[in-house]
């Protein structure tokens, strides 16, 4: 039998960083800048992932879970996919001499900001958990990179003691936009955060607009993340339409309706509407402006969650397991969730419709399907325009569009005005 040679970690980046250059390349996507190429060759992610294959360490699209919480086992700290690193780097436009806050603390992404802003720059890494700033620190020390702050801080605050900052990187999902972050930024500074829109997480890229307090979006990318611990963490209502053991159906209505839980449940047990919208896709078409054009223009808006079993009984049809577009009614008595099917006729193309529940199933189905038509007619593959302004802005004053609004402040989506073709990737 011919003997194969181990791989090393040195030609996994080198690979890692080929199939990435490679798939981005095949879906017509902005590639990574020299620097930020440079940074991913150089820095051995092996470092921060100790004790895993390198098939795992290196896969582009793999986050690794480092921490989860005993008791229920949600993650609460994971070095994330070098493929969302890429995108986030990229979007921070990082510099030689750049001050840099990292919120949450991997060991990984601190490294990489290091060899990007160069001996004459400043890296702050700080997390809420000792247990994680530790495991960080020792990461960096056995690989030897130094030249890295690391700190015990809750993020809301971001971290005044080695602040104005040029850059601020958040690495957990944030419900809103802190004071703290406005304030420790130097004039013409850039913050990249994955925030939550209505329960979608969206790595927002965020310039100073006119007006103290005032932040623009420059670009939305999709991303998933663990949510921000501490002062800013923030848990949607989640009630469930099916309580069975393995079977759970569930709502997540962050930012959305107040909601019958009693006629909803009802409503699932009711037989099923199915219309379709003729607003088809092919396989490796983005969709994901779809999710967030339909967060923004229906008010009854929700994401439908189930466990794997209850498809298997047939209680729905297939979903996104972890949060399905939904619309309530607006007498709460029926919902309609998206589905999907093959297309007639075209190979490699699928079909969006809607499966409604409830006394007017029939109607909100429908209203979904209108909504996904919208979509394809005149949003697809666009991007909201985004401001975030301060919860003290007078309704009035606020632009046009959904208005979210949060602890400190309003997040404003319009679908009239969006962003450029440059940045909806």
């Given amino acids: 039998m011919p003997s194969h040679t181990p791989i090393t970690p040195e030609q996994a980046r080198q690979s890692m960083v080929e199939d990435l250059i490679r798939e981005r390349v095949g879906l017509g996507m902005e590639l990574p800048s020299p620097r930020v190429e440079s940074a991913l060759r150089s820095v051995p992610r092996d470092a921060f992932l100790p004790g895993l294959p390198l098939t795992e360490v290196y896969d582009q699209h793999q986050a690794v879970v480092t921490k989860c919480d005993p008791e229920t086992d949600v993650a609460l700290s994971s070095v994330s996919a070098p493929s969302i690193i890429a995108t986030m780097l990229q979007r921070a436009d990082l510099r030689p001499g750049h001050r840099v806050l990292e919120i949450g603390s991997g060991g990984y992404n601190a490294a990489l900001i290091r060899h990007l802003v160069g001996e004459r720059g400043q890296v702050t890494s700080i997390d809420i958990d000792p247990e994680v700033v530790d495991r960080a620190t020792r990461c960096l020390k056995e690989a030897g990179l ?214 007017r199933a029939r109607h909100v189905a429908h209203a979904m399907v209108e909504l996904i038509s919208d979509w394809g007619r005149h949003h697809r593959g666009r991007r909201p325009k985004i401001d975030i302004l301060p919860a003290s802005t007078p309704r009035e004053a606020l632009p046009s569009g959904r208005v979210l609004t949060k602890r400190h402040t309003h997040t404003v989506l319009n679908w009239t005005d969006t962003l450029g073709e440059k940045e909806r990737h």
């Fill in 146 to 359: 130094e030249g890295i702050h690391l700190a015990v801080a809750d993020g809301e605050h971001g971290y005044p003691d080695r602040a104005p900052y040029d850059r601020v990187i958040a690495t957990a999902g944030a419900w809103d936009f802190p004071p703290a972050w406005d304030a420790q930024v130097a004039p013409g500074g850039r913050v990249v955060v994955p925030m939550r829109v209505r329960g979608l997480t969206r790595c927002l890229t965020l310039e100073r607009g006119a007006g103290a307090g005032r932040w623009r979006c420059v670009a939305v990318d999709v991303c998933g993340f663990v949510r921000m611990q501490g002062a800013g963490e923030h848990w949607e209502p989640m009630p469930l339409l099916h309580e069975a053991e393995g079977r759970q159906v569930g709502l997540r209505l962050e930012d959305g309706p107040s909601v019958d839980v009693g006629a909803l449940r009802a409503a699932l047990a009711q037989d099923p509407v199915v219309l379709w919208s003729s607003t088809c896709v092919g396989g490796m078409e983005p969709t994901d402006s779809q999710d967030l054009y339909m967060a923004c223009a229906a008010d009854g808006w929700a994401l439908l969650t189930a466990q794997r079993g209850a498809v298997e009984a047939g209680i729905l049809r297939p979903v996104v397991l972890s949060g399905t577009p939904a619309v309530i009614s607006d007498d709460g008595t029926s919902f309609a969730y998206r589905c999907i099917r093959g297309s007639d006729g075209t190979e490699d193309a699928y079909e969006f419709g809607a499966v409604g529940h409830g006394p």
